[in-house]
């Protein structure tokens, strides 16, 4: 009975799509995955938005909002409809496009910062046997448009004629540049083991399970310093604090959607979180065993909502570290990239290579521990060196 | 062919007409970012599939990026009032007729262009990891040294220099 | 016409309009601009060739075409590292005014 509901998406797939004549079949089946994807997506992102500002408040001592129910009802729902009235204020909010804007390229960025973001969905598995485009290259194309996605963010600073705008692009695209190689060299070490850029067959090959406990790579020594390189990358990724120099408003008003209003502010909005969810999971699919089970007593839950339920983690996890932690400079921020995560991914990388050449056993684990300890500890050191934390000196006043 | 090919192709025409053809820099660089796309899905149509992807990574994320940073860095955002074609662009244009129409009539007229159209070669990741690393190692392995030495240079040739600036000056 | 002459005109007009760009416009950038579109066409061509040629399993077309664009973007970021050293020295990026080695 599991199976069927482990498969129930995909055999409502082929059953609708059996109504139609052969030739028919591949495009429908596609419009009605896109459909759903379209559908989904937007409605966590709306939740994401409420369980966000709710898990904020609560971190800062507050509440979040917990009046709003369903308006024109009388559903209380403790502030879950939150969206619904946001969203209406988003749409019909009058839209100003400043006088000295560049008309055609100000349109044109959130439309496309939105669609590199969509294609990218259409590698990730969400379950068994469910995933809309099976690449052979899948994860090269997923990285591929995630790199596309800073002509939007350049498209839109520059074309708003706005000091700050251009500044917050500059160092968006700044930003984003520098914390792609790590993602990437992260990605590189499961490319390695698993031998394939297929990210169905990643999934499968953590499939496995050994006294109970499931292959997943994060339960490796080079994974799991893979999987906290490619976290903090994916943070750094989707401008998320403590990498939100480039939008926080008390640094740069809100960078380069300074000018939009509006529907277009909406969906830059929509194309944040969106990323934030895609390359969550693409963390899972590398990483934490995409739909697969902890535990090999748990592998009858079906195979999607593991999949849901581990990128609910992992949003919980950007949401904790979004109220906890104080932002970064840009200066910081990029010797962190340059200076540690990129020699630490390096390192990885041999260290995959030792775990892969050398035979299954308690030996590997100590010496690929080891190895990726003294690299931690040796860049630590080093990235603190010019770091002189004393009695506080003030230059001019006195 | 297709039809789905002949849109692509014009796109990415339009694409590079524009590049070369609009006044203001940035709407030049942006429409070059359009013709590599276009570019990218017809390597997509031709089965290529991880060069098309490696295009979008490499071409629209890296170089139209850079591209827009040094148009920015040389102050080059404005569009210009003055003329945008280099003195005697006439006989440019000549060239590139003659050079298209050399082109054209080989192409059309060429016996090296075979007739029958092979099935879909299969250019999974697997066989092109094999052949980088069998037949075709010591090009990896310059490319991988010309990078370096590439990534080196930018970087010095692009340094600031503050001695220069500041020799002679008073204190 | 067959495929790959559909495919090698789309490369050779794509070709002559990156040329064209970059022998008739003043901004340096823009000639690295014809530069990198000449280039695309050369790996477009490159290609259409393995995958209408006659022997396509020997993926040499394909790695031909990786090399090559490993080296476009080496060379578009030397070049467009030369335009930023050229413009902090003669303060103008107009390649009609940059034409002496004086200075």
Redesign the interface.
Same mark, same amino acid.
């Given at each position: 009975m599991f199976d069927k509901l482990d498969q129930i998406f995909v055999n409502a797939l082929h059953w609708l799509a059996s109504f139609l004549p052969e030739a028919w079949r591949p495009l429908v089946s596609a419009l009605i995955c896109i459909a759903v994807i379209l559908v989904v997506f937007p409605t966590l992102f709306a939740l994401v938005t409420v369980l966000e500002r709710k898990g904020l408040g609560r971190i800062q001592n507050r509440y979040g909002p917990n009046r709003v129910g369903i308006p024109f009802t009388k559903i209380r729902l403790a502030g879950f409809g939150q969206f619904i009235p946001d969203g209406m204020k988003m749409l019909t909010k009058e839209d100003i496009v400043p006088r000295a804007a560049d008309k055609a390229v100000h349109f044109l960025a959130p439309v496309v910062l939105l669609i590199p973001i969509l294609l990218a969905y259409s590698v990730l598995p969400f379950g068994r046997n469910m995933s809309i485009a099976d690449y052979d290259a899948g994860l090269l194309f997923f990285l591929a448009v995630g790199g596309a996605v800073e002509i939007s963010v350049f498209m839109a600073g520059w074309s708003s004629r706005n000091k700050y705008s251009l500044l917050g692009a500059m160092r968006a695209i700044a930003q984003m540049v520098s914390y792609e190689i790590p993602l990437i060299l992260s990605a590189v070490t499961v490319v390695m083991i698993v031998g394939s850029l297929n990210l169905n067959e990643i999934v499968r090959h953590q499939d496995q399970f050994t006294f109970g406990i499931a292959h997943w790579h994060v339960f490796t020594p080079w994974g799991f310093v893979g999987f906290a390189l490619f976290f903090i990358a994916a943070l750094a990724e989707s401008n998320r604090t403590p990498f939100d120099l480039p939008e926080a408003e008390s640094e740069i008003i809100a960078g380069y959607f300074t000018e939009y209003s509006g529907f277009k502010f909406a969906l830059f909005f929509l194309g944040e979180y969106l990323g934030m969810f895609a390359i969550s999971g693409l963390g899972i699919t590398l990483f934490l065993g995409g739909w697969t089970a902890p535990f090999s007593f748990l592998t009858w839950i079906p195979s999607w909502i593991w999949f849901f339920a581990k990128l609910l983690v992992i949003i919980f996890v950007f949401i904790w570290i979004r109220g906890t932690l104080p932002r970064l400079r840009m200066d910081q921020l990029m010797n962190f990239a340059w200076k540690f995560m990129l020699p630490l991914a390096l390192v990885n990388i041999l260290v995959a290579g030792v775990w892969h050449f050398m035979g299954a056993g308690a030996l590997r684990w100590l010496v690929c521990s080891a190895i990726i300890f003294g690299a931690y500890a040796v860049l630590g050191r080093g990235l603190m060196h010019n770091q002189k934390l004393g009695k506080r000196i003030y230059k001019f006043a006195e | 062919?297709s039809p789905f %090919?002949i849109i692509t192709?014009v796109v !990415?025409?339009l694409g590079?007409?524009f590049?070369?053809?609009l006044r203001n820099?940035?709407?030049?660089? $942006?429409a070059?970012?359009v013709? =590599?796309?276009g570019?990218a899905a017809?390597?997509l149509q031709?089965?290529?599939?991880?060069?098309g =992807?490696?295009?979008?990574?490499?071409?629209?994320?890296?170089?139209?990026?850079?591209?827009? =940073?040094?148009?920015?860095?040389?102050?080059?955002?404005e569009t210009?009032v003055k003329?945008?074609?280099?003195?005697g662009?006439w006989a440019?244009?000549a060239?590139? &007729?003659m050079? %298209?129409t050399t082109?054209?009539w080989a192409?059309?007229n060429s016996s090296a262009?075979?007739?029958e159209? @092979?099935a879909?070669?299969?250019? !999974?990741?697997?066989?092109?990891g094999d &052949?980088?690393m069998t037949k =075709?190692v010591l @090009?990896l392995e310059i490319?991988a040294l010309? $990078?370096t030495l590439?990534?080196i240079?930018?970087?010095l040739?692009?340094l600031?220099e503050d001695k220069s600036e500041n020799s002679g000056r008073k204190p | 016409m067959t495929p790959l002459q559909t495919c090698l005109l789309v490369s050779a007009l794509l070709f002559a309009v990156g040329f064209a760009g970059a022998v008739t416009r003043r901004h340096a950038i823009l000639v690295l601009i014809g530069i990198e579109l000449m280039l695309n066409a050369a790996n477009l061509n490159l290609i259409a060739f393995w995958r209408f040629g006659p022997n396509p399993e020997a993926l040499t077309g394909f790695i031909f075409v990786l090399f090559s664009m490993a080296l476009a973007g080496a060379e578009a970021a030397v070049g467009l590292a030369l335009v930023i050293a050229i413009y902090r020295h003669k303060k103008t990026s107009n390649l009609d005014e940059v034409k002496e080695l004086k200075g």
């Open positions: - | 062919m %090919f192709a !990415t025409l590079a007409v590049a070369m053809s820099l940035v709407h030049c660089a $942006l070059m970012a013709a =590599f796309s570019v017809l390597y031709l089965d290529a599939q991880f060069v =992807f490696a295009e979008i990574l490499v071409y629209v994320g890296a170089i139209a990026i850079l591209i827009v =940073f040094a148009i920015l860095l040389t102050r080059s955002g210009p003329s945008v074609l280099t003195s662009w440019g244009i060239v590139t &007729a050079v %298209f082109l054209g192409i059309l262009t075979p007739k159209i @092979p879909a070669p299969v250019a !999974t990741v697997k066989n092109l &052949a980088l =075709f @090009p490319v010309v $990078l590439a990534m240079g930018a970087v040739i692009a600031k | -």
